[in-house]
């Protein structure tokens, strides 16, 4: 590297080369930087702002209803996010995993390709006009089923949510599924057992890891999406309700309301709640992510 | 052998009842499970476009192009042309901005860093992609749009103010420009983890060679990696683009909800899934509800063929990668 008898020192055009190359480099770093850079501080903006607030009180109790008395707690938000994405998972999960095991162990390839082309369509769908559909669906129009339909509930929410989730839990799920060796499910045939017994009781324990952090991750997702429920469960009491038929509260719409509003106490109530919830989100993704990370290691070395 | 003396057809059927009802059964689950699946995507736009009809059949085309949005006038009128140019203007800015970044950053993740940052980095940045909207929103509120108002764009506006989309009042706080650096931020993850994924599909016998007639990692990335997943590359940023279309919560947190839209980028502006977020709790006559799910179909149908003419590409690309190997 070092120029020593003769010069190695690039001139001229060779130089300029290298100098534009340099350039495009720092570039490169820098984009990545920067992208790391903004997470940072959101993170670091919602967590001075919002940590300030937590205290059992935040968890445990309802709005407050004393005007001079503070904003109270986010309970009923929090209950109803669990209850709302408990709706969904209960939804998504089922739906997801069979529609996987259908590609990956039943379809023709053609068909496996269009199923997955179609759920990445419903995945591409705005999350805004997926709470429109369930509102024409269960809110607008009267649905004679559980006491759901002309007024927002827990199930509308949570179904909408559910469609949300569908296509992310059955993508995670092919993938895994596709990862399960093929030696396993011959050496199972060759035993004489059946296909359902082989789905059953060898492909899906050996992707059982897989299948949970690919629902992990849709639920992270599910717990922070807030356009869905705007049209099929916003209006609601400020009370823990456990109801599913029900419109219930939650935490991304407590956060967005709270945000639109012009008391700064809520504000401060606001920066609490995203605190929380991107905490949640930030944490689930994040060991799910290393979970499926292990799993797929574990998987890829067997094969 | 024992076995010859059978004659054939009076072998005992080895497989069980059991067995047969459950491949059965497990086969139609699955299988229903799939249709059903895909039935929710034309359930969606069948649903949608039927809650549009009354708003369709009296707003006619016009609506795309009228541009006017009151519940009072004549019992309620509304048109979209705002809203959408600003649903194009927002999006579109977003991916002028977030595509050379994406690119850079799946660049440096998948050429540039050492094999040990490649993983936390990937990570980090797609951990972005986790921040839910509403954060993002609350935070481009609070803290993006003081800092846009207070530095960002009077420093733009000093250099490129005599362009008139820099022009206005450089210190309003809800602006377009802020939503669109908020549109910004949430695409990132998406294209650039695509365009990581592209750029490593690349066959390292294409850039060694390139390294070898003695390009610099510049002018191999310039010469042989881009333009070999070019389709590739576009198709990423498209679908940066259609989650940009959708988004709804972000914006309407930024963006000021106002039409007409003002002329400059730092003026307030709406867009249309910007204005169904906003709208869904004072939507109380049938032709106003009407109107919003006509909204919703013009989103739908442009964010549909969005990402479908984008995952048509990227589809492609997959093929001929695992086609190739």
Redesign the interface.
Known sequence: MEPRAITLKATGRGRRRLLVNRVAESTAVLAAVLAIAVLAVVIWSVGSRGVGAINPDFFLKGPSSDFFGGTGGIAPALAGSLLLVGVATLIALPMGVLTAIFVSEFAPVSIGQQIRLWLDVLNGFPSIVIGIFVFTLAVKTKVPLLGIGHHQSAVAGGFALAVIMLPLVARSTMEVLRLVPNNLREASYALGVSKWQTVMRVVLPTSFGGILTGTTLAVARAAGETAPLLFTCAIAGQIVDWNPTHSVQSIPLTIYLDSESADPALHQQAWAAAFVLILFVLVTSLTARLMLERSRRKLGLQR | MEAASIPPGSLPR???VG??V??G???G??????I???L??F??VW??A??AWPAIKFFKFGFVYRNVWNVNLNGGSFGARDLIIGTVVTSFGAMLLSG???I??G???SE??PPAVRAP?G??????A??????????G???LAPFDADHLAPGIHAVLGWIPIFGGDPHTESTVFTAIIVLT?MT??IT?SICRELFIGVPSELEEGAIGLGA????M?KTVVVPSVRGGVVAAII?GL??A?????AVT?VIGNFIPMSRSLFGSGDTM?SR??NQ??GASTDRQ?AA??YL?LV??VI??I???AA??VV?RFELQRTGGV
């Open positions: 080895t497989r069980h067995d047969r459950g491949d059964l497990l086969y689950l699955t299988a229903l499970a799939s059903v699946g895909i929710v995507v359930a969606i649903r949608v039927d809650g050379p970044i994406s850079a950053i660049l440096f993740l540039l860093a980095v990570t980090l940045i797609d951990m972005l986790a921040v839910p909207s509403v954060v993002i929103g609350l935070w509120i609070y803290v931020i990132i993850p650039s610099t990692r510049w002018e990335v679908l259609g989650r279309l959708g988004e709804a919560i947190q899934a169904l977020a869904y709790q509800i919003l799910i919703a989103l739908l964010t549909f969005t990402n479908y995952q048509r589809k």
